[in-house]
Nanobody
Framework: QVQLVESGGGLVQTGASLTLSCAAS????????MAWFRQAPGKEREFVGS????????VYANSVKGRFTISRDNAKNTAYLRMNSLKSEDTAVYYC?????????????????WGQGTQVTVSS
């Protein structure tokens, strides 16, 4: 079955960097777009960014554009979210998600599979 396991979260200070990983199994990884979402306490889940099957195209939310970078290593069946210049408002549980096709991405695309999430806390 499809499994997505996030790791790399933790407690960091404002301005620090952190890289999250999403290890995928149970499907042909390089056949699907991948995405990252986050949910802060008391808020709705929001789109962070996404990447197509080859890594050739990415989309980011305005709130993280220029600070966060999504990448993937298809040989390792792993997607990454590199987060730089972290702010307190980046504090959230971060989830990776698998798309429904190789190219459809962005906040309006369909993501039928989700990981359990990893907590990122940014202290000021």
């Amino acid at each position: 079955q499809v499994q997505l396991v996030e790791s790399g979260g933790g407690l960091v200070q404002t301005g620090a960097s952190l890289t999250l990983s999403c290890a995928a199994s149970g499907f042909t990884f390089d056949s699907y777009a991948m995405a990252w979402f986050r949910q802060a306490p008391g808020k709705e889940r929001e789109f962070v960014g996404s990447i197509t099957w080859s890594g050739g195209s990415t989309v980011y939310a305005n709130s993280v554009k220029g600070r966060f970078t999504i990448s993937r290593d298809n040989a390792k069946n792993t997607a990454y979210l590199r987060m730089n210049s972290l702010k307190s408002e980046d504090t959230a549980v971060y989830y990776c998600a698998r798309g429904s096709s190789s190219w459809a991405q962005g906040p309006s695309a369909s993501y039928p599979y989700w990981g359990q999430g990893t907590q990122v806390t940014v202290s000021s």
